[in-house]
């Protein structure tokens, strides 16, 4: 598993243009980009300056690297997530989780646009993600890891990859700032074509909340690496067959646009209190 791993030059790349080492990582999800913008003190990154880091192609993802200041949190935002349906790996796409995790990131906020398939969640909720469905590999994430066995027994107590502690008291944090909320259960699948109506039927009796095309290789990566993660749902759209629409991204991004401030809010509080 060499290929796609942090190199010392990738790592020195990075360190030479930032102040201070982050605390704090948030993933970006679909839409959600300019939430990088309560950052101060920002040094951007293009990530395809960075050696090594695979290259993201989808549109609305710019590929960049935002670290900053907000209050005396040191935080680095990814925007342009790397997905598997891209054609990369889960090795490739989970790159900059182990870039961040090298840089010293102990917490990480993962957000992600996703379909609402809980009848009670419309368009424009927020979710926080307390458990999740892979529904794309049909294996564990980590497979191919060359671990000892005893070292994926020490591993196999983080077999819940969120903080729900971290969780709970984020929830509580937009109780108090007036920002409604939801959880449940996100279901990865690969995309990039949304579901029929029968997969959306099957993932409901699954158990799930909300189904997107992201997260999941993620969160496993940087609770395996030893971070705290929380993830966050923006419910963009009613899975297929739930609503009456067709689906399409610029809904997508329209709905992630719309939420930006509670969520810009939210997301610093959760930064500077949690
Ligand atoms: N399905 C999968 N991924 C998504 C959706 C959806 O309905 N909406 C946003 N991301």
Redesign the pocket.
Known sequence: MNEFEVTEQALEFVRERINDDPETGLILG?GLSDLADVAHNQVVIETESIPGYPRSTVQGHKGRLIFGTIEDRKVVFVQGRLHVYEGLTVHAATFPVRLLAELGVKSLILT????GINPRFSPGTLMWITDHINFSLGRSIRAGHTQAPETASRVRHKAHPYDLEWTGRAAELAREMGVQTESGIYLW?L?PS??TKAEIRMFAFLGADA???STVPEAVEASARGMRVLGLSTI??L??GLGDLS?NHEE?LEVGRQVQNDLQRLVRALIVKT
Do not use: I, K, P, R
């Not at 992600?112 to 379909?115: D, E, F, L, P, Y």
């Open positions: 679909s992600n646009a996703a379909g699948t995309g949304y579901e189904v997107g095309m963009t759209n899975a297929t689906l997508v």
